[in-house]
């Protein structure tokens, strides 16, 4: 009896131990590719000179990787590259001056897809309703060609058809099938969001805020957040920037002046908390209040571009425009800078993968 008892106990302690051994490697996550969970950076390069690239960074800042789409498809990426957009599994990276997307596997980077025909200046991406819309300025000293190109996302080929809109479309977002344009002037200034119907591909309306928005973010509520960076000195009719809440309901808008001389930009938001940059220095403040802060939490920066994930700040650095670039990382819990990478050359947009 005694044998038997043990050689039960024995048995169930074998079951329970490989029960468990199963149960971890079920909680085991493969990585998707060489480019998962971590940063996308885009590399302008120099303008005209076709040397864009893309940077690949680790969260913690200490793994990175220079021109990963050059090192995986053997062949340059284009000039001047805008802006990524993620749609499943795919990336669309806007070369601007190429007048291209490159759509290549996000996790990979290996080419899908190069859609190249209808664009012309193009900027920006959102997806809505199996279709991305792309942001057009055109001729950027014409104020009357500005358009959205379409793609169908099924096959990655530009539709014939095209939505004309005002001057100077720029940073697009889309919530369900709303698609909210920030008309930022092109080679002017531009003071309107333009809200476009993605199931009939048409402008509802159009909503005013500050002049020359520069960012564009959504809240939990589904209310859209515009940063406007106002009209620079040089134009002779300086005016400052606004940070302004379009209610996603009804399109009301409730704005906060910056003072005259004040440009604000790179607006991010994270957990309720919205963050910018303004003459070197970034803000926080809460998405409830009322007034602007009035002491920064960084000082003595150079961004060219930011983005806040798990309270951690990631700005780029383009030095001097035409040699390589940095990345560097803030604690916003203590508000220390944690790491800092080589980038390729003008690095713009920062992109959490």
């Known amino acids: 009896m005694i044998s038997k008892k043990l050689a039960l106990l024995f048995l169930s ?19 998707l590719g060489d480019y998962d969970n971590g940063l996308l950076i885009t590399n302008e390069g120099n303008f005209g000179q076709g040397n864009a ?45 190429s007048n291209s997307i490159e759509v290549v596997n996000r996790y990979t980077l290996q080419s899908v897809a190069t859609i190249n025909t ?26 009357t060609d500005d358009f959205l190109a379409i793609i169908d996302a099924s096959t990655n080929t530009i539709e014939t058809q095209t939505i004309s ?19 930022q002037g092109g080679y002017g200034q531009n003071n309107i969001v333009s809200v476009i119907n993605a199931a009939t591909d048409a402008v509802s309306t ?75 220095s970034v803000y926080k403040m809460d998405a409830d209040d009322t007034a602007l802060p009035t002491t920064a939490e960084l000082n003595g920066l150079n961004f060219y571009g930011m ?16 040699s390589n670039g940095m990345i560097l990382s803030y604690s916003l819990s203590s508000n220390e800078e944690t790491n800092f990478a080589t980038t390729g050359i003008i690095p713009g947009g920062v992109y959490f993968n």
């Open 118 to 143: 209808v664009l012309n200046n193009p900027r920006h991406i959102a997806f809505a309703n199996g279709k991305g819309y792309v942001t057009n300025w055109g001729d950027g000293g014409v104020a």
């Open 165 to 183: 809109v005002d001057e100077g479309p720029e940073k697009v977002i889309a919530n369900g099938n709303t698609v909210y344009v920030a008309h």
């Open 206 to 280: 159009t909503v005013t805020v500050g002049d020359v928005p520069n960012s564009l973010r959504l809240d939990s509520n589904g209310d859209l957040w515009v940063l406007a960076g106002g009209t620079p000195s040089w134009t002779g009719n300086e005016t400052g920037g606004k940070l302004s809440k379009i209610d996603g309901s009804d399109y009301s808008v409730t704005s906060i002046d910056f003072a005259g001389t004040e440009h604000p930009s790179f607006l991010a938001l994270e957990n309720g908390t919205l963050y910018y940059y303004l003459s070197g």
């Open 307 to 322: 983005e806040v994930k798990d309270n951690v700040l990631y700005g780029v650095d383009a030095i001097d425009y035409t």
């Open 13 to 31: 302690m074998t079951l329970l131990l490989t029960s468990c051994n199963n149960d971890d490697d079920d909680t085991t996550t493969e990585s």
């Open 53 to 97: 690239s893309i940077t690949f960074a680790s969260y913690d800042l200490s793994v990175v990787e220079n021109n990963v789409f050059n090192a995986v498809n053997s062949r340059a990426l284009g000039d001047t590259a805008q802006s990524i957009t993620f749609n499943g599994d795919l990336a669309y990276i806007v070369l601007n001056v």
